[in-house]
């Protein structure tokens, strides 16, 4: 199952930079953006100013604003919109998918209402069966790979052979795709890890040190692995790169949309004034933290980070009070 050309709908940082890792890969790779301004500048310029400015793209790599254009004769369709708007933008390009290709979602969530992970919501929406999406996850912080430093990450699909398929077509000299059929560990690992950099990125603002960090990461990765045990996940999927390896990186790093965001409201700010700060730049976890507590809530999982961040973020729960409620939990062994 060979992919020579692949459309991406989604021209943001993480859509562009996959875009350019697959181009660099060999294949031929349409982007769909929204904008007709980002779409040209990425045909005529090969630079994406808004997302990735300074980063030149390949020149098999072309863009355009006509979804219909992206998706003709492509091989492969990836997703990259963010997943609380990934219903509604799949739903208008249904009719425009080619048959029987692979979809792949790049975001990390889990969706309001419904609680459906994203590739529930590919397989609902564009009609398919579950193995024929797959999604990809794991320590990719955009402009990092955008600069064509050294990651790995994981690409799982029910599909073992689609997964691989997209392996070959993602591997370049400095981004390596590991394959997984455990999509449950995988998705559940990139949506809870934007949670818990929140927490962390509030730690930080309120001044705490690696310590305090490092508690936050492990004690999340602790409540995501209860969570993906309770909903049939492979344990191990969450020690590999779509669970500890994805969540270090967001929880560590500045570049971390979440994590910046979770510092701006330990350092006081307000949701609507990190908001504005974020400039457009979208937070995951501000919203999944509410879906995924939820999840939690309706499998009788115990989720305290999960659940004081969602708190932080839509009841006006005070970070500072936030920490003191979870340092203060009864003390009990090691889980």
């Not at 990836?78 to 975001?107: C, D, E, I, K, Y």
């Not at 879906?291 to 973020?313: F, N, Q």
């Amino acid at each position: 199952m060979e992919l020579s050309r692949i459309a991406v709908l989604g021209a943001g940082s993480w859509g562009t930079t996959y875009a350019k890792v697959m181009a660099d890969a060999g294949v031929e790779v349409v982007l769909w953006a929204r904008r007709p301004e980002v779409s040209a500048a990425v045909r005529q310029r090969h630079e994406n100013p808004d997302y990735l400015p300074g980063v030149r793209l390949p020149g098999n790599l072309t863009s355009t604003s006509d979804p219909a254009e992206a998706l003709a004769d492509a091989d492969a369709v990836v997703l990259a919109v963010p997943s609380q708007s990934l219903r509604a933008n799949l739903t208008g390009w249904r009719p425009l998918l080619p048959a029987g290709r692979t979809l792949v979602s790049l975001a990390k969530g889990v969706e309001l209402g419904t609680l459906k992970r994203m590739s529930e919501v590919v397989a609902e929406v564009a009609r398919v069966p579950a193995d024929q999406v797959a999604v990809v996850s794991g320590p990719n912080l955009a402009m990092e790979i955008a600069c064509e430093q050294p990651t790995a990450t994981v690409i799982a699909c029910a599909d073992h052979d689609r997964a691989v398929a997209l392996q070959h077509a993602s591997t370049t000299g400095y981004f390596r795709p590991y394959t997984n059929t455990d999509m449950v560990g995988c998705e559940l690992g990139g949506a809870c890890k934007n949670v818990i950099a929140l927490s962390c990125g509030m730690a930080s603002g309120l001044g705490f040190g690696t310590n305090t960090l490092a508690t936050l990461i492990t004690r999340g990765l602790a409540e995501t692995s209860r969570l993906g045990k309770k909903l049939g996940a492979n344990p191990l999927t969450f020690s590999g790169l779509a669970g500890l390896g994805d969540l270090v990186a967001t929880c560590s790093s500045p570049l971390s949309r979440n994590r910046t965001f979770g510092e701006r409201l330990g350092r006081g700010q307000t949701l609507d004034e990190a908001l504005a700060a974020a400039a457009g730049q979208v937070a995951e976890g501000v919203k999944s933290c509410s879906s995924i507590r939820e999840l939690a809530i309706r499998h009788g999982v115990d989720m305290p980070i999960t659940d004081v961040v969602h708190r932080v973020c839509h009841d006006g729960l005070d970070p500072q009070k936030a920490g003191a409620e979870l340092i203060g939990r009864k003390v009990r062994p090691e889980r």
